[in-house]
């Protein structure tokens, strides 16, 4: 059943990643008491430091609980550019706080902890890209923003999962059918996109370690046992080929099954009847969906897709950022100027 896409290799860096991502371990929750504690601080300091603090939908619980906004990478993005704080602390992972850093680049940009890598941004590399640009003269390149400012110094256009699709139809409306366009670096957001258009697209061989390991199978069966659930399933999940063929087929199997981005899946979930929804995504994403759609009952698609890079954020970690101001993010002013180009596009297509 599934369309296996033509990529670029990757995969063996996929691999590497994966294995450095396992092998991070996850502190324990502070207790309550803690917690009310360390939240005090960090709101104290943050008032102090003009500091303005954005959670991603995949940080821990009391992360996201103490931030000013939270959201996917693409509405953290919009708050970096409209944000007229000094002092931005992204509590996510590095390439988040540099995309930060290079849409406010007058302003502090922390990072609690400056090893929150990412595994889908370490399987391509400027050089990497340079190399497949070269044997594709004239392509467009699209990099989803999981890459380093280097690799997006290297693009033509920058995309997340909620807007990949319509950056893609607007280089196609731009350019004309017969554009060559390279995507990158997730394999599976590229096969949905390439189903979604309709369009012909280059894919490298990409895939993060978390949603790569949600298969169609582990889907089937909850599927089957909760016969009501919907199923919200993001589109870098390894399942994606299988979803889209049944999403192509159509029918009320197909109708249960919805792809969508982390910020999608809170609209979603809030405007959905089902009384139950099967969230096939990083498991910190419950955390959101259970204080924006209370009354549902969420199934994780597996218990263990956790992000290791995203759980470094800790308590302790912000308060000490905020106090000492570092770890701070910067972006060198000519990868800054050039990176900045793909992701201004991108803001002004969606
Ligand atoms: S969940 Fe995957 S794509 Fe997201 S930050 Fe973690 S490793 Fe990267």
Redesign the pocket.
Known sequence: MSEAPAPMPGASASERARER?MAIPVEPPPSLRQIATLQQEVRMLASERDALILAHN?ERPEIQDVADRTGDSFALSREAAASEHQVIVFCG?HFMAETAAILAQDRTVLIPDIDAG????ETITAQQLRAWKAAHPGAIVVMYV?TTAAVKAEADYCCTSSNAAAVVEHIFEEHGPDVEVLFGPDRWLGTFVRRRTGRGLQLWDGE????GAIGFSELAQLREAHPQAELMIHP?CRCIPDVTQLLAEGGPLAARHHVLSTGGMLEHARRSDAPQLIVAT?IGMLHPLRKHSPGKQLIPARQDAL?Q??KLITLPKLRDALRDLRPQVQVPTEIAARARRPLERMLAIS
């Open positions: 991502a995949y992972v990412c595994s889908l941004a999981n993060c370690h978390v949603h870098e990083e992000c890079h995203m």
